[in-house]
Every structure is written in structure tokens, then in C-alpha cells.
């Protein structure tokens, strides 16, 4: 079945970087578009960044354009998501996600990772 | 960004009877050109990760009990869950992927 671990989350300092990581399992990586959410404490579930099965389309909410980067490795079957600069608003549970076509858009997202938290303070 | 609006936020309902929870997009999520509704509904309990109930606004997820059905079109969407049972007990959200970002309701939560 298909299976989505996230890792790589922890404490970080505002300004610092953070790379999660997704390992994915139990279905064909390279032809399905991936994403990253998050849940910030006591808030609402917000999309974060999504890419297309061949990694070439990349798509980032507002929030957090030209500080994190979405990315993914067909070969090791692996997503990213590169946190640069984080702030303490960036503080929350991050998922990896499935979508369940091959772009980064205008499919639905079908599987979820169980997440991996992230805290940002100094 | 297409603002999602959920009604309520929580709902008490008995073992048995049905379950209504309405979602309002601030913009259509009708796609003309193929006239589909990009919208979906997920289940989220405690502990599990959200799960996709229905897509296309009304198309039912393979293995998802036929209890549970979408409806809706353009900017107006509800989710119903007929003859509740206990392991229905969660948060319900929707999302709309018309557009980037994709966007969530707020949830409902659904209690016995």
C-alpha cells in the first residue's frame, strides 16, 4: 500500500535552514506529482508547495515563495522540501502528500504522510 | 486565493441518523471546459492522516462506504453521511484545486 515518511523535522533557529524529507513506498514515485502541507499550532491546514512527477513544474504559496524549495529524487524515490530562513510562523506540522496525477495541479491529493514537526524559535 | 468557507463547525449527531456538512468557495471551482468541480473532501481522526472521501466533488474514493456522497456545483458543496456510525467520528475538510494554492475549509468536526 502506499506509504509516506517525512523526516528531517526538529528545532531550528529563525534564519537558519531545514531539509525535510519524504520517503515514499508501495506505488510508482516517478509518475505521480507530490506536495508539502503543513498545520501550524491551533490553525488550519494550508498547502505549502507542490511539483510535478518529473520535478520540471514547481509551485509555492505566497507564504513561502523564495525561501523554501520543493524537490524530489525519482531515483531514491524521495521528496524534499529545502526550508531557507524559516520564521516562527513557519512552525507546524509538515505532511508530504500525494497527488493523484502527474502534475503539481488540478488533481486532488489522495495519500498523506503522518508528518513530521517543526518548530522555529531561537 | 479561493477562500473556503465550512458550515458548521461542529455537529452532534446521532448513531444512525445523517450527517450534513456545506462548503462555500469565494470563487467558482467549476471548470467549464470539462464541466468538472475541482473539489474534495477528506476525513481526518486522531493520529491517521487525512483521508480522501470524495473528488470531483461527488466522485466517491475506491473503498470509501457508500454512506458518503458529494454534491454541489460552482460554489456551493455539501457532504452528507448517511446512517452515521461511530467510527465516522472526525474532522471533515474541503479543498478546492481549481486553483493555486489550494485552499481548505476550516474542518467540522462530527461527534455522536
Known amino acids: 500500500q502506499v506509504q509516506l515518511v517525512e523526516s528531517g523535522g526538529g528545532v531550528v533557529q529563525p534564519g537558519s535552514s531545514l531539509r525535510l524529507s519524504c520517503a515514499a513506498a508501495g506505488f510508482t514515485f516517478s509518475t505521480h506529482g507530490m506536495h508539502w502541507l503543513r498545520q501550524a499550532p491551533g490553525k488550519g491546514l494550508e498547502w505549502v508547495a507542490g511539483?510535478?512527477?518529473?520535478?520540471?513544474?514547481?509551485v509555492y504559496a505566497d507564504s513561502v515563495v523564495g525561501r523554501f524549495a520543493i524537490s524530489r529524487d525519482n531515483s531514491k524515490n524521495t521528496l524534499y522540501l529545502q526550508m531557507n530562513s524559516p520564521r516562527t510562523e513557519d512552525t507546524g506540522i509538515y505532511y508530504c502528500a500525494r497527488d493523484m496525477d502527474t502534475g503539481a495541479s488540478g488533481w486532488p491529493i489522495d495519500y498523506w504522510g503522518q508528518g513530521t514537526l517543526v518548530t522555529v524559535s531561537s | 486565493d479561493i477562500v473556503m468557507t465550512q458550515s458548521p463547525e461542529s455537529l452532534a449527531v446521532s448513531l444512525g441518523e445523517r450527517a450534513t456538512i456545506n462548503c462555500r468557495s469565494s470563487q467558482n471551482v467549476l471548470y467549464s471546459a470539462n464541466k468538472k468541480n475541482y473539489l474534495a473532501w477528506y476525513q481526518w481522526k486522531p493520529g491517521q492522516p487525512p483521508k480522501l472521501l470524495i473528488y470531483w466533488a461527488s466522485t466517491r474514493e475506491s473503498g470509501v462506504p457508500d454512506r458518503f456522497s458529494g454534491s454541489g456545483s460552482g460554489t456551493d458543496f455539501t457532504l452528507t453521511i448517511n446512517t452515521l456510525e461511530a467510527e465516522d467520528v472526525a474532522v471533515y475538510y474541503c479543498q478546492q484545486y481549481y486553483s493555486v494554492p489550494r485552499t481548505f475549509g476550516q474542518g467540522t468536526r462530527v461527534e455522536i
Open positions: 511539483t510535478s512527477s518529473d520535478g520540471i513544474n514547481t
